[in-house]
């Protein structure tokens, strides 16, 4: 897009909205510093206050949801988690232009969960897998639900939404392979059990790592469903070994591991045409994993 938007509709935000959020809401913290987070996320416009706290604005309509189950969630789930997860400390309300809730949360030190930032994928590896285990555990009682086509709903109901997105990619990649493991994907057998609490969007970007260890999980709206959705960084972030020791330390089967892979094409291939002009970090990344995908499908694993 020409004006240096991802998205057609989102709300723009600078240092002045957010000062004057502050200045009518939360005075108390008005006068800190306020700086923005450079991010290739696409959902939300982050601000640094002061040194131990950020501000983050939904930009888009469909991020707007995640205001609320942050501020109900997040404080019930972080007690039984073994990784950090910013516990909001206060929910701004619509103001000053800006449509939405907002949230005050802590800054939660650290870089994006990568190669160049963790001593051994094999022990990060791990770390993410008690992560999700001890998610899984947590009570789902009264636990929201994924949208129409939200990560968690079965696969099967993301089928025309990811064949759009194929359609959308000729030239991009090679479609009859991104079709056929697709495919792979969907003939899997279904999730029969329960809806187990994911993340949904468990990749490198929303994960920290401190001294060269995962330390963090970050930008997530909680929700329950099919744990499937949840394996994407399998193919984002490990390979070889360090995937093959994912999977092992979550002991997944083989319709689940399956199914994980079709949720990390489905994802790519829908961002990947989206943000081809206007996010290069985000299409990189989706690049990344499609051929990682593509790999493993061609390999038989």
């Known amino acids: ?6 998205h057609a509709d989102e709300v ?4 002045s909205l957010v000062r004057r ?5 939360f005075p108390q913290w008005a006068d800190l510093r306020i700086e923005p987070v450079a991010s290739a996320g696409t959902d939300h416009a982050i601000y640094r206050l002061g040194d131990e706290m950020s501000v983050r604005l939904p930009r888009i309509h469909w991020a707007v949801g995640q205001v609320e189950k942050e501020w109900e969630w997040f404080p019930k789930l972080a007690p039984h988690l073994p990784l950090a997860i910013p516990t909001p400390l206060a929910k701004g309300e619509p103001g000053e232009g800006f449509p939405n809730p907002w949230l005050v949360s802590p800054w939660i030190p650290g870089e994006d969960a990568t190669e160049d930032h963790l001593r051994d994928l094999s022990e990060a590896a791990v770390d993410l897998a008690g992560f999700i285990l001890a998610l899984q555990r947590i009570d789902t009682a009264g636990a929201p639900r994924p949208g129409p086509t939200g990560r968690g709903v079965p696969l099967a109901v993301r089928d025309e939404y990811t ?26 057998s279904a999730w029969d059990g329960e809806p187990v609490w994911i993340h949904g969007d468990l990749l490198p970007g929303n994960v920290l790592a ?5 330390s963090a999980v970050i930008d997530w709206g909680p929700l329950v469903g099919d ?12 390979s070889g070994e360090s995937r093959a020791g994912f999977r092992a330390a979550l002991g997944v089967d083989d319709a689940t591991w399956a199914r994980g892979r079709g949720w990390a094409l489905s994802t790519a291939i829908l961002e990947l045409p989206y943000y081809i ?10 690049r990344h994993r499609i051929a990682e995908v593509l790999a493993d499908h061609k390999s038989g694993a």
């Open 163 to 188: 064949r759009n997105g194929i359609a959308r990619s000729e030239g991009l990649v090679d479609i009859e392979a991104v079709t056929a493991a697709w495919e792979a994907a969907l003939a899997a």
């Open 12 to 15: 723009e935000t600078d240092v």
């Open 227 to 238: 744990p499937a959705a949840e394996l994407t960084v399998a193919w984002a972030l490990f």
């Open 21 to 25: 959020l502050l200045a009518g809401q």
């Open 210 to 214: 401190r001294h060269g260890r995962v």
């Open 277 to 286: 002009d206007t996010n290069p970090a985000i299409v990189a990344k989706a």
């Open 1 to 6: 897009m020409a004006d240096g938007k991802m």
